[in-house]
């Protein structure tokens, strides 16, 4: 079942990998499902279910018009959840953006067939830079990435942001020059109106009031040198806001840590798995 019809006739695409019991992966923004491959492979080799799709707008998923809030995406998320039957004993992680789509799930779902949850490297619990939320991401931050993709999407995710996103600089380069131009073409398979409106929900949906209804086993893991989604406001907020989470710092790692540090996280979802 390679799509998934969501309830406003979107096409979704899903991976659905392994036996087991069930984990769903949320992709980061602008990238789609095979960002998690290493992640997903291992899961179905320890046992578990690993099913990861393309957010709509995304991958090889449709791209309508409409649907790129939240409260779309968590409905997406419901929907390809009832449609693979991992409802029920599911584990649902989210990566950067993805992080969004959890919160949103378990709150405006009620996080229905839910046991545990996981946001890695996480734009929840709020980004946008607020006089309530000063560590925030200043909007000009905003303003100058919506800019960059008008001028020149291409350049913008080859040159300037997926480098960033690796904590790639003047003397450091976590990875390799292919795996930044792997993603950047990913990257570039989204359509231009999803990558923009998707760009503007995670960058002011407020999840806050998302946080009381994590009622569940909850895994955080962050990177101290994230300057895509800076963990103060971020992953080490979500912590004081989610009763009972873990918080798992990697000192130094960049925003993209499913990949520089893709055999840590790994392991580390397997042991939250297992707990």
């Keep these: 079942m390679p799509y998934v019809k969501t309830r406003d006739d979107t096409d979704i695409y899903v991976k659905d990998w392994g036996r087991g019991r069930p984990v769903v992966l949320l992709h980061g923004w602008p990238l789609n499902a095979d960002s998690w491959d290493p992640q997903a492979m291992a899961l179905a080799n320890a046992g578990f279910r690993a099913i990861a799709y393309d957010r709509r707008g995304f991958g090889r998923s449709a791209q309508p018009w409409d649907g790129y809030t939240y409260d779309t995406l968590a409905d997406d998320l419901a929907d390809v959840m009832a449609a693979t039957g991992a409802d029920s004993d599911a584990t649902i992680v989210g990566f950067s953006m993805g992080g969004g789509e959890v919160a949103r799930y378990m709150s405006r779902h009620d996080g229905k067939g839910v ?45 300037t942001f997926v480098p960033q996103f690796y904590g790639v600089g003047m003397l450091s380069s976590p990875v390799s020059q292919e795996q930044v131009d792997h993603s950047a073409a990913l990257a570039m398979m989204a359509g231009l109106k999803p990558t923009l409106a998707c760009a503007e929900a995670f960058g002011h949906t407020d999840f806050r009031p998302d946080l009381p209804a994590f009622r569940v086993p909850t895994l955080i893991v962050h990177g101290t040198g994230d300057k895509t989604v800076p963990i103060d406001a971020s992953g080490r907020a979500a912590a004081r806001g989610i009763s009972g989470s873990q918080l798992v710092e990697y000192d130094g790692a960049p925003h993209g840590l499913n990949v520089t540090e893709s055999d840590r996280l790994t392991n580390d979802l397997l042991t939250f798995l297992g707990r």
């Design 115 to 159: 046991i545990a949850a996981g946001l890695v490297s996480s734009v929840v619990p709020y980004m946008l830079k607020t006089d309530d939320n000063p560590d925030g991401t200043p909007q000009s931050t905003f303003d100058q990435i919506a800019a960059g993709i008008k001028t020149d999407r291409a350049k913008f995710f080859r040159d």
